[in-house]
């Protein structure tokens, strides 16, 4: 499990409009990777729009925002259309950053045991170590604090 001060894993995956992002080369910017289960549902959408809503915020105060989940970049470049999101989105389709991430969970729903991603937030420092973990992350006021920890670096 990762903690705080470790170096953030690098990864270089898919984004939203066909290009890639390599998480090493964002340095030296802050970065704010956060981890959602699903495109276009109703918490994963308010997620995406409040960090949309403050993206000229954290550019200001020195942070880059990136969404993953396992959804298709056909499926991210759909839902940025449909919501104007301002925020990058990146397709983790085979799994491996969740993992490595360690958001990839048993979850239960109604009795149901199932694997999918937990709702999670990193931010990463200009360095490339994770100075703050946010685990099963409720949406209302998340990306304030998270701008909050982001000015406080």
């Known amino acids: 499990m990762l903690d705080t001060g470790a170096p953030a894993p690098d990864f270089t995956l898919p984004r939203d409009g066909d290009g890639e992002i390599t998480l090493s080369a964002l340095r030296p910017a802050a970065v704010v990777l956060y981890f959602y289960p699903k495109d276009d549902t109703s918490g994963c959408t308010k997620e995406a729009i409040a960090f949309t809503e403050l993206a000229p915020e954290f550019e200001a105060a020195g942070a880059k925002i990136i969404g993953i989940s396992k959804d298709t970049v056909a499926k991210h470049d759909k839902f940025i259309a449909k919501h104007d999101l301002g925020i990058a989105l990146v397709s983790d389709a085979e799994g491996d950053v969740c993992e490595r991430y360690g958001t ?7 009795g149901k045991k199932y ?3 937990e709702r999670a937030t990193f931010l990463i420092d200009g360095e490339g170590k994770i100075a703050r973990i946010w ?7 998340h990306a304030d604090a998270v701008l909050e920890a982001v000015r406080a670096l």
Not at 104 to 110: A, I
Not at 135 to 141: E, M, T
């Open 104 to 110: 990839w969970v048993e979850k239960n729903m109604y």
């Open 135 to 141: 685990r099963k992350v409720k949406v209302p006021g």
């Open 115 to 117: 694997m999918g991603i």
